[in-house]
C-alpha cells in the first residue's frame, strides 16, 4: 500500500503520521504544495491507496494549473478527472465533516485526541 501525504509542513505536522505509517509498514510520499499533488495524482492514478491531506497549503501556479482554496481544490479536481481516493484531513484549521459533504472519497478529519488510532483505523479499511 502506498499513501500520498499533501502537507507544506511534513517534518513538524506529519511527524506522527509517518511513525504510524513506518509501524504499519505502509510506503508514502510528500508532497508539500497543490500543484505538485495534482501532478502526482493526475500522473499516478493507480499509484496511490490513500491521500492525507493538509487544507492550509500554499498557493501556487503553473501553466497549466492554478489553486486558491487550499486543499480543499485537490479534492475538487481530482474527483472532476473521476480520481476517488479514500482521504483524511490532517489540518490545524477548525473544520467539520460537514464541510466535505459531497466530495467523493472523504473519510474523515483526523481528530485530536485519538490521531494515532483514527490513523491505523484507516489504513486498516483501506487495506
Known sequence: ?????????????????????SEKKV?????????DALKTLYENTN???ALI??????????????VTHGG???LRKIEKRDIIIPTIINS?????????EGIKGFYGIIPIFSQREFLKNFISQIS
Open 1 to 21: 500500500m502506498r499513501i500520498l501525504i499533501v502537507d507544506d509542513n511534513p517534518k513538524v505536522k506529519c511527524k506522527w503520521v509517518k511513525e504510524v505509517l
Open 27 to 35: 510506503m508514502y510520499d510528500i508532497c508539500t504544495c497543490i500543484c
Open 47 to 49: 499509484k496511490y491507496q
Open 53 to 66: 491531506l493538509d487544507m492550509e497549503l500554499p498557493i501556487c501556479k503553473n501553466n497549466k494549473t492554478t
Open 72 to 74: 480543499i481544490e485537490i
Open 92 to 100: 490545524t484549521m477548525y473544520l467539520k465533516d460537514e464541510d466535505f
